[in-house]
């Protein structure tokens, strides 16, 4: 190597070492590109017959470079469950914040509205949800992440029935048992998305889930209006 090719070498490393947040920030772009692909992947052929080899071909990589950023395929599985879980949320949770605090019904609509968000209901996805779904209870790391996010959803869920019964003077209601039929409404509904043959649109689909909430909440019908 001669003394040009000596310090270029040497200012390019002195450039990556300076930048650290560029290089993380490229790491976790890469990350995200597996990601990305292994739902294509899944979306398109199921857990069992997804490959390292299809999830490379889909992100544009080389195998071998997939063990630079996962563990194998089990944890890159894992990390696009856990991916899912964390972007639901976060929708959801969003959704929530920009109601006021006040309005328990308005906020109680917003938590389920955010199932049908275009960015989560797609049929891309909610396949891969399924399919993580059907494996849960052969795979510890995947019942792990489930069970981590459902006790969030789940709880959070409970909490707004809980504030329209008392809102609405519900007597006999009971705040779990609601929410748990509001849970189950709403996942079927995202397979009627998935295997339903009427075609129904995200706005359609949204339109039964409200019409769930009146059937509970009757006194509370004007709030949850389409």
Not at 13 to 25: K, Q
Not at 129 to 142: D, G, I, L, T
């Amino acid at each position: 190597m001669n003394r040009m090719q000596s310090e270029l070498s040497t200012a390019t490393i002195g450039r990556r070492r300076a930048n650290p947040e560029a290089l993380a920030a490229k790491r976790q772009a890469r990350r995200r590109q597996l990601i990305d692909a292994t739902i294509d992947c899944i979306s398109r052929k199921g857990i069992v017959d997804t490959t390292v080899p299809d999830i490379a071909r889909s992100a544009d990589m080389a195998v071998g470079s997939i063990t630079q950023y996962f563990d194998g395929k089990d944890a890159l599985f894992t990390a696009t469950l856990a991916h899912m879980s964390t972007e639901f949320e976060a929708a959801w949770r969003a959704d929530i914040a920009a109601v006021p605090e006040n309005d328990a019904a308005a906020r109680l609509r917003a938590f389920l509205i955010s199932y049908f968000r275009p960015d989560l209901c797609q049929r891309r996805k909610v396949s891969v949800w399924f399919a993580f779904w059907s494996e849960v209870r052969a795979r510890p790391k995947y019942r792990a992440v489930c069970a981590a996010a459902d006790a969030v959803h789940d709880v959070t869920l409970r909490d707004l029935c809980a504030a329209v019964i008392a809102e609405g003077g519900y007597a006999g209601l009971d705040a779990t048992r609601c929410a748990k039929t509001l849970a189950a409404l709403s996942q079927g509904l995202w397979l009627e998305l998935l295997t339903g043959t009427d075609g129904l649109s995200r706005e359609e689909l949204a339109t039964h889930v409200l019409l769930g909430l009146t059937s509970l909440f009757p006194r509370h019908a004007a709030h949850f209006a389409a």
